[in-house]
């Protein structure tokens, strides 16, 4: 495959949610995976709904995600190219004036439905005569635009649907152009794709009736053979089954990053989800990357259960090895030569990144004393072996005081865990001992802070 471009074209109106990442991974995999090209493209020509701070937080959370764009641009930056096709289409008779109002196209709609017919625009419009046009311009309408379909079947290979076909006299013409001037999606988006050069255009399922429209508008804008590759993947939806939206903030990725769920068991469930690869953690994008089918895909619903991206997101942290997190354990002042061999006594025991930050009290910090039999401890300090510990001293400390006392079990270990950390469970004291020190211990079994 020669050099594939694609796009991701979110509407600033809102936070990005998972199953707009979906989309946004989808496309960057592909690209990457095909030393290609991936624009993030921001649909702002609704400019009232369109905000800067979403436009801002949507790159944040893709950078987030891993995805790095090779362009970024926004359509209300290029209304002059929208405005040329628009004439080009009015000039090849391809683009008319209606006047009809929002009331009466809903009247039309349902004297058609009350008839058993699909509520597909009649084209009166057409009919209309140069004076009936100014008649009602003169009663202050004003008129929208529709692109006149040509009758017949469009046909694509849709990348993960396949064979793929609509009869394009079971659609209305659409409306590309409001009363007001502004433009509905379908044209700015063509046009931006052909400017652009786009290739493969991958997207959710929901659009794949305007597909048959788009090829049809990127045949009229720039000839026959021009339309891009399309492929139409199935949408995530929430556990009951509920589509999801950007408008309600539900599982936005900023929630997501928030919440403490790790980028890689988003981007993980946003793309095996609903495909015959079971879902499971990944190490990097790379990984995924490498294996990525899109016929992978299936075409039935695909359930996101935020309960599996919890317990997800740990099993992703649990297999990150140190280098992987170096960075973002600094940032917690989490450095020095214990930092390695506290990540990997730790990590299995971690939720989230951030409870690594209590654990790096235990071991640097000072936690208050919990005593549970005093007098065992008291013996448990004076037994402690001499450093260097390894891994080997907790073995071989706790193998003299249960040949010492008889002690075994939870007996044994038990008050040892509550004295040295001050918690009921957590990593294995064989990796945490060492880390801790014997001053520590013996202030700790001793019932000091420290």
């Known amino acids: 495959m020669s050099h594939p471009i694609v796009r991701f074209a979110p509407s600033p109106t809102g936070r990005i949610h998972i199953g707009n990442a979906r989309t946004a991974l989808l496309n960057y995999l592909f690209a990457r995976r095909h030393h290609g090209e991936f624009i993030l493209r921001f649909d702002d020509t609704d400019i009232e709904r369109s905000k800067e701070e979403f436009a801002a937080s949507i790159e944040v959370d893709l950078a987030w995600l891993g995805i790095k764009p090779t362009l970024i641009l926004r359509q209300s930056q290029r209304f002059a190219l929208y405005h040329d096709a628009a004439e080009k289409l009015r000039a090849a008779h391809r683009l008319y004036p209606c006047y009809e109002t929002a009331e009466e196209l809903d009247r039309k709609r349902k004297r058609l439905q009350a008839r058993g017919l699909p509520p597909i625009y009649d084209r009166a419009a057409l009919s209309l005569t140069d004076a009936d046009r100014a008649r009602l311009e003169a009663e202050g309408r004003r008129p929208h635009w529709r692109f006149k379909l040509e009758p017949g079947t469009a046909h694509w290979d849709d990348l993960i649907r396949g064979e793929s076909r609509i009869d394009c006299a079971s659609l209305s013409d659409p409306i590309l152009i409001r009363e007001d001037g502004s433009y509905l999606y379908t044209l700015p988006s063509v046009v931006d ?162 409870d690594c930050i209590e654990w790096w009290r235990v071991v640097e910090g000072e936690i208050p004393p919990v005593t549970e039999d005093s007098e065992f401890l008291a013996l448990a300090s004076q037994r402690l072996p001499e450093e260097p510990w390894d891994e080997k001293a907790w073995s071989f400390w706790t193998s003299r005081l249960k040949d010492e006392t008889g002690r075994k079990g939870k007996a044994l270990f038990h008050p040892l865990r509550l004295a040295l950390t001050g918690r009921e469970t957590g990593p294995e004291l064989a990796a945490l001992l060492p880390l801790i020190g014997k001053l520590k211990a013996t202030a700790r079994l001793s019932g000091h802070v420290a």
């Not at 992987?324 to 600094?330: E, G, H, N, T």
């Not at 917690?332 to 990997?344: C, M, P, Q, S, V």
């Open 193 to 354: 794709d052909i400017d652009c050069r786009i290739t493969h255009v991958i997207r959710g399922e929901d659009h794949v009736t305007n597909t048959a429209v788009q090829i049809q508008l990127f045949e009229a804008l720039s000839g026959p053979g021009h339309a891009p590759s399309f492929g139409h993947h199935n949408l995530l939806s929430s556990a009951t089954g509920e589509g999801l939206s950007k408008r309600t903030g539900a599982l936005s990725i900023g929630s997501l990053h928030d919440q403490g769920i790790e980028s890689l068991a988003v981007a993980a469930a946003a793309v095996l989800t609903g495909s015959s690869v079971a879902l499971h953690p990944i190490r990097d994008l790379e990984e995924m990357i490498a294996t990525l089918d899109l016929s992978s895909l299936s075409r039935s619903q695909a359930r996101f259960d935020p309960a599996e991206l919890a317990a997800l997101s740990a099993r992703t942290l649990h297999q990150l090895d140190f280098e992987a997190v170096r960075d973002r354990l600094a940032a917690h002042d989490i450095t020095g030569y214990k930092a390695k061999a506290f990540w990997e006594a730790v990590r299995g025991n971690l939720t989230v990144f951030l």
